[in-house]
T-cell receptor
């Protein structure tokens, strides 16, 4: 079945550091891929998405590229801020389905 | 436009009691979903409504869980009787469009803030 594996946290970085959160997936066909973020005390918010191979999703300085050859969708940001501290979830939506498959989430803590 | 709302935000109950969670989807969204995250694990699908009809409840853990969506608007998820392992965060999400739509798999689901349930 479909599955998502993301790096375990917590990840602790200093402000302005480079961020990478790894996400790999297993799926039949061509799923859509998503990154959701949960800020403290808030709900899940869509951060970015990509619906086909080689697509790059971007938002708020975050980027992720849909790599079919490596079945990956790693999240990157060049310079993190304290306000980026949150839990990040990688997810996939299989073709023809409506059930998101989520990873376990990665907690990011950015120190000033 | 108001987002998905959930009530209550937190609930603490004792084992054996009943709890009812409520979700109000974005107005006009036909699809409503329930998910659950248990103790730092992945968020898992519970069930899917299209309007008032249950399309898929394959993720419901057992018959202690009952979901309804009368009138195709808000939804409730009742846990009766609650057990310790039911503790977690229950998320509701909604999306526009009808089941069977060719591009449903590309639809973004909009999530609510979640209800944190603690069963003691």
């Amino acid at each position: 079945g479909n599955s998502v594996t993301q790096m375990e946290g917590p990840v602790t970085l200093s402000e302005e550091a480079f961020l990478t959160i790894n996400c790999t997936y297993t799926a039949t066909g061509y799923p859509s891929l998503f990154w959701y973020v949960q800020y403290p005390g808030e709900g899940l918010q869509l951060l970015l998405k990509a619906t086909k191979a080689d697509d790059k999703g971007s938002n708020k300085g975050f980027e992720a590229t849909y790599r079919k050859e490596t079945t990956s969708f790693h999240l990157e940001k060049g310079s993190v801020q304290v306000s980026d501290s949150a839990v990040y979830f990688c997810a996939l939506l299989g073709r023809g389905t409506y059930k998101y498959i989520f990873g376990t989430g990665t907690r990011l803590k950015v120190l000033a | 436009e108001a987002g998905v709302t959930q009530f209550p935000s937190h609930s603490v109950i004792e084992k054996g009691q009943t709890v009812t969670l409520r979700c109000d989807p974005i107005s006009g969204h036909d699809n409503l979903y329930w998910y659950r995250r248990v103790m730092g694990k992945e968020i898992k699908f519970l069930l899917h409504f299209v309007k008032e009809s249950k399309q898929d409840e394959s993720g419901m853990p057992n018959n202690r869980f009952l979901a309804e969506r009368t009138g195709g608007t808000y939804s409730t998820l009742k846990v009766q009787p609650a057990e310790l392992e039911d503790s977690g965060v229950y998320f509701c999400a909604s999306s526009q469009g009808l089941a069977g739509a060719l591009n449903l798999y590309q639809e973004t689901q909009y999530f609510g803030p979640g209800t944190r349930l603690l069963v003691l």
